[in-house]
Structure formats: C-alpha cells, structure tokens
C-alpha cells in the first residue's frame, strides 16, 4: 500500500467487493449513489461516491458537493473492526465526527453496513485488513485518544 494507506485499503477493498460480493459491491453503489462522502481519516482526506455500477475514491481537500463528512483516525477505525468500541461510542466519544442532514447520514450509515457486510464475506479482505494494520501510524497520539474512549482497561464501551 502507498503512504497513502487509507485510501488505498479503501480502494482495493472495493476492488476486492466487486469481484468477489458483487451482489454487496452492487447494494454499495445504489445506496451511496446519490451522495459524495468526504472522509478524513488522520490527516488523509478523500471522497468517496457511488454511481450505481461503480465507485470513485480519489484524494481530495474537501468535494464541493459532499453530503456528508465523517472525520475520524486509524485507531477508531481498527478499534472498531476489533470491537472495542461500538459506532455509537465511537460517535458519542468524538472518535468519529458526522456531518451531513439526517437523511444523507442514514444513508451513509446503511452504505457502511453494507461495505462491511461485504467485506466480511470476501476472502480476500483478511489479507488487505493485514496489509492496513502493519502500515505504521501516521499519529501515534489519536491511539491515545482512542484508547481513553474505548476505556483505560481496552474493554467495549457500552452506551
């Protein structure tokens, strides 16, 4: 993966999707269709669209036209995925920021769903997720951030 770590996990990820849960790549692409997504991940920025038979990641500033922003590190996300901490902790500790209409947020949330769904059943999706881990952290100082919202014993938080 490029130094670009984010971006690149998220793209052949995607790649991955389409080729081997094409019926989930599909779900993905409808139900991000009409929006742009702004995604900030530490200090890596990028959009992400869908448009009904393909996706676009590219590195951006910030689209003009997104629907919604979502601001968060590589530590929430990996904690995350290890289920130490739940999205609504994560959201409710600042872990991750959301911006957008109520609508244009659900419709992110059930497009996020849908990728890790996805993702779960490709079997190529464990070796990019190692890939993404052995990348080293751009800020050593959002672990510690994260780890004090997930708590000091590193244990799920529960709302």
């Known amino acids: 993966m490029s130094e670009r770590a984010f971006a690149s996990f998220l793209g052949e990820s995607l790649d991955v999707m389409r080729r081997e ?30 448009n009904g038979d393909g996706y676009a990641v590219s590195v951006v500033a910030a689209p003009a036209d997104a629907s919604v922003d979502v601001r968060t590190t590589r530590a929430t996300i990996l904690a995350l995925i290890d289920a130490r901490l739940s999205l609504i902790d994560a959201i409710l500790t600042d872990g991750i920021e959301l911006r957008g209409c109520p609508d244009d947020v659900v419709a992110f949330h059930d497009a996020l769903l849908t990728y890790v769904h996805g993702a779960v059943r490709s079997p190529s999706f464990p070796r990019l997720l190692r890939a993404y881990r052995a990348q080293p952290d751009p800020d050593p100082t959002a672990r510690e951030v994260d780890a004090r919202a997930a708590g000091t014993d590193g244990s799920p938080v529960h709302g």
């Open 21 to 50: 849960t094409p019926r989930a790549y599909a779900a993905l692409c409808e139900r991000l269709a009409p929006h742009v997504v702004h995604l900030v991940v530490g200090d890596e920025a990028l959009g992400v669209c869908g």
